[in-house]
């Protein structure tokens, strides 16, 4: 029995061995090179000065009617998209609808009256003619002529002002755009020139910020800037302040300013979306990079650049000039042209071999960005 346990036991053995030089025989499957957001380094401001804001349209005026009455009709919603010359609102016309009528009987009464003037002088210049009366009477009923025809012109006037009071009823959009705002409702009354809509035209887009009174004195009109949305960090478009309000707010005590931007073709951008405004330092060769893209070792930052040509990661020491929010100032050890990996940096390894995606998740060709 134990001769025979002896032989089962090494024949076991000698299956396991087998088997586990069969498993290593074969060769393990090379995984695909593992996906990596890239980035290349942006200019960077030197004292990192940042003012929040929000995307508004550069032409934002407010729609109201030129007569007062009460609102009928509301045709559109905030958000609504509206062309040119569509009716947003209307007012009761009843009221105007009468006082043209007015207007007109007026207008006809002063017409009636007008015709029986030059009546009454065409026969009084007759009579004046065959001297059966005086200059003195004729030019009275002259006068009586005159001051009907002035009364029939100013009926007249005022007829033509009644009827484009009725139609002042009606409230058009006065350009293309979106309606941002919306101040009354259905069933209100409201005076003449009091604000119905606020219109946001189609067109250029800016950032509204404010600015504190110890820094209003940093801008200045064309001072340029970088743009950044909250919504695509990491881009920045360059600017230019195009306005900045000569008093400040009295209760906040900032002043407003207005920031125009050029977006690239393709770019969504959103009125109410939040904004950040940096002006832009004087050094010019200072860099900025996520801070999720600096690591450090030994007291030393580095980031990790992939090499366009081989596709593979390189260890770049880097420094370091100031730590932002949300990004590192890098003032040496990078160009604008390198290719940074964003996040993950201590799982790199030196020469390792990484798929470059965007932010968006679509794949980046380093060797055609130049």
């Known amino acids: 029995m134990a001769t025979h346990a002896r032989f089962l036991s090494g024949l076991a053995l000698g299956m396991a061995v087998l088997l586990l030089s069969g498993c290593g025989a074969d060769e393990p499957a090379q995984a695909p090179p593992r996906p990596a957001i890239v980035v290349q380094p942006q200019p960077a401001a030197a004292t990192l000065q940042v003012f929040s804001g929000e995307v508004r349209a550069r032409e934002e ?43 007109r009987a007026q207008l006809a009464a002063a017409e009636a009256e007008l015709e029986l003037a030059r009546t009454e002088r065409d026969r009084y210049d007759r009579m004046l003619e065959r001297q059966l009366v005086s200059r003195s009477v004729f030019d009275a009923k002259q006068a009586s002529f005159d001051a009907a025809r002035a009364k029939a012109e100013s009926a007249r006037a005022q007829s033509a002002v009644m009827e484009n009071q009725r139609d002042y009823a009606r409230l058009p959009a006065p350009a293309d755009g979106v309606i941002a705002a919306r101040m009354a409702e259905a069933g209100q009354v409201v005076a003449a020139g009091q604000a119905v809509f606020t219109l946001a035209v189609d067109g250029a887009r800016e950032v509204a910020i404010s600015v504190p009174e110890a820094q209003v004195g940093r801008l ?30 009295p209760q906040a005590r900032t002043f407003a300013a207005r920031v125009s931007f050029t977006a690239p073709d393709g770019a969504s951008i959103d009125l109410g979306q939040s904004a950040r405004v940096y002006l832009v330092g004087s050094d010019d060769a200072q860099l900025s990079v996520p801070l999720s893209a600096v690591g450090g070792e030994a007291g030393e930052a580095f980031v990790w650049v992939i090499d366009p040509a081989s596709g593979r990661t390189l260890r770049r020491a880097v420094t370091v000039a100031a730590w932002g929010e949300r990004e590192a100032t890098i003032s040496a050890g990078l160009a604008p042209t390198d290719w940074v990996v964003s996040g993950g940096v201590h799982l790199i390894r030196e020469g390792e071999a990484l798929a470059p995606i965007d932010r968006d998740n679509r794949p980046v060709n380093l060797s055609a960005v130049p």
């Open 61 to 103: 005026p407010s729609l109201a009617f030129r007569v007062g009455g009460k609102i009928a009709q509301r045709r559109v919603d905030v958000g609504a998209r509206v062309r040119a010359g569509e009716v947003l609102a209307e007012l009761d016309p009843q009221d105007l609808t009468l006082q043209a009528e007015a207007a």
């Open 220 to 249: 200045s009109v064309g001072l340029p800037v970088l743009v950044e949305l909250w919504s695509r960090g990491g881009e920045r478009w360059p600017g230019t302040v195009r306005e900045v309000s000569p008093a400040a707010d």
